[in-house]
């Protein structure tokens, strides 16, 4: 079973190596283009503004969660996702400016009062800001030259803002519906075990596949 | 009683004349479509009795939300949370026969046949709604005033509150089955006995001149514009009239966010969310607000109910 495992894995890793990084950038933001579009041919109900609001606010947040999910994807199965790791980091980072976007803009109509008068009062709106105040540094130095700029130590401690940016991501969702439903509460779930799993020690790949053995042993 | 009905202009126009016409021509072309009401279209069209009614010096003279709106973007937890949850499921619910219970501290304690309580003529009332979510519409309800069934069974002097009971029937209502469940079931609401015997509240039966969509809370529900939407509960299958204010889902549920009294208030916030203005639901992408107005617009009517009650502590 576990050799089974492991051969679908090195399979999986083998494969995506081969995969492009540019072209996943049209597939991940396909769904934002659909939203947009159905908002605006009149396909999405009868509060479009809400609906197109949520939709890319929800898929900042399943981006966000890929993104987390990468390292403890590796350190426990051996599946190397780490490669397209900036990729789903950076499309959580745009869907959360279209989210903000169109708070700003379709939502509150850029009525600048309301909106500081949210900023200030609504624990919703400053979780949501903050969050997204946390990933602006993180895109702003996702690339390769400033990597090199901040060193690699400065740069992955930097980066760990993904961390609380997620959790108030998935906090901002629990506190804006009406009541305690499955939805938000399954997402925030997932957050905390992504976050959780990162307190434990880690295993290199290899010895988590010696793990798997072992168990079946 | 010292009650004067508030004439406002406009207010004695004729449903036919207020409702859009191309709604009316809408509503076939909804129910051809509709697979969940398939079984309609396969009666005659005289079948789909309009309900008779007599317009009311309480409606709004404001445009009523397109009748596809208001029958597809619902809240009604017992078919699942989704706004679009309830056209989608309700039509799993059986509503004929049905009978409701009216009983607590009344002389004449009854459970009556639906169609024993519902006068042969009812009032078209275009009233405004507001959710708590910050939503708005404004709906040409059919329906009766409460005050006439609660005179039926002669509530007794001790009787101070009325609590409201929705069916409770998992088999036919999704929500209340499952894993995870929104609220504990039945759901149920109460007003104050003034508040019910109120001229504004009613028990409708029908909207856009027909009879109530599964989904709107067929086949009785109640109506209570100057309060947020929750507290119009739907499905009637329980009126008790009690000594003791009555327990109600939403302030079961979060007894911070949700009040008993759940009036319609611009000035004291939601904790997590302001209530100063409110989105009218439409189709467009660029949504329509307006501010929303103390008491839903029925300040007027209503006002001196709550004469020296502090409103930001009785939420």
């Known amino acids: ?217 | 009683m010292a009650y004067r009905p508030r004439l406002a202009a406009g207010a004695r126009i004729l449903p036919s004349e207020i409702t859009p016409k191309e709604v009316y021509f809408n509503r076939r072309a909804l129910m051809a479509g509709a697979a969940g009401v398939a079984a309609m279209t396969l009666l005659p069209d005289a079948a789909v009795a309009a309900l008779e009614t007599t317009p009311s010096p309480f409606s709004t003279d404001e445009t009523p939300t397109p009748l596809e709106a208001v029958t597809a973007y619902n809240n009604f937890y017992e078919f699942g949370v989704g706004k679009d949850e309830p056209a989608r499921y309700a039509e799993a619910l059986t509503t004929d026969p049905w009978s409701v219970a009216v009983d607590g501290l009344v002389a004449r304690p009854a459970t009556f046949a639906l169609e024993d309580i519902v006068p042969k003529v009812q009032e078209e009332r275009i009233y405004r709604l507001r959710c708590v979510e910050g939503w708005s519409m404004v709906i040409p309800w059919v329906g009766f005033p409460l005050s006439d069934l609660l005179a039926r069974v002669e509530p007794l002097g001790s009787a101070r509150y009325v609590a409201f009971e929705t069916l409770e029937r998992p088999d036919e209502m999704r929500g209340q089955r499952g894993f995870f469940q929104a609220l504990d079931w039945p759901y149920t609401e109460g007003l104050r006995l003034d508040e019910a015997l109120h001229p504004l509240t009613i028990l409708a039966t029908g909207l856009y001149g027909e009879p109530l969509p599964n989904q709107n809370g067929a086949p009785l529900r109640l109506v209570v514009p100057w309060k947020y939407g929750f507290k119009s509960i739907k499905s009637i299958v329980r009126i008790s009239l009690t000594e003791e204010q009555p327990p109600t889902s939403w302030s079961r549920q979060a007894p911070r966010e949700y009040g008993f009294y759940a009036n319609v208030n611009p000035d004291v916030s939601h904790p997590r969310w302001s209530q100063e203005k409110e989105r009218r639901v439409g189709p467009g992408l660029i949504a329509a607000y307006q501010p929303t107005l103390m008491f839903n617009g029925y300040e007027e009517d209503v006002a001196h109910l709550y004469a020296g009650m502090d409103l930001k502590a009785n939420y």
């Open chain 1, 1 to 217: 079973m576990a050799a089974t495992a492991r051969t679908v894995v090195e399979a999986l890793n083998g494969a995506l190596k081969r995969v492009p990084v540019l072209p996943l950038y049209f597939v991940a933001l396909a769904p934002g283009a659909w939203l947009f579009l159905a908002a605006l041919t009149g396909r999405l109900g009868f509060e479009p503004m809400k609906a197109l609001e949520q939709g890319l606010g929800l898929w900042a947040l399943r981006f966000m969660i890929a993104t987390l999910a990468a390292t403890p994807l590796l350190d426990w199965t051996g599946l190397r996702l780490v490669r397209f790791r900036r990729m789903l980091g950076l499309t959580a980072f745009y869907y959360a400016l279209a989210h903000l976007a169109t708070y700003l803009a379709l939502d509150q109509q850029f009525g600048w009062s309301f909106i500081l008068a949210d900023l200030a009062k609504r624990p919703y709106i400053i979780i949501g800001m903050a969050a997204f105040a946390a990933l602006v540094p993180l895109a702003l130095t996702s690339t390769d030259a400033m990597v090199r700029r901040l060193g690699a130590a400065a740069w992955r401690k930097l980066h760990r803002l993904a961390y609380p940016a997620a959790a108030m991501m998935a906090l901002h969702y629990l506190l804006l519906v009406k009541s305690w439903t499955a939805e938000p509460l399954a997402y925030a779930a997932i957050v905390v075990v992504l976050l959780a799993l990162r307190l434990v020690p880690r295993r290199a790949p290899r010895r988590a596949a010696g793990r798997v053995a072992a168990q079946q042993a």
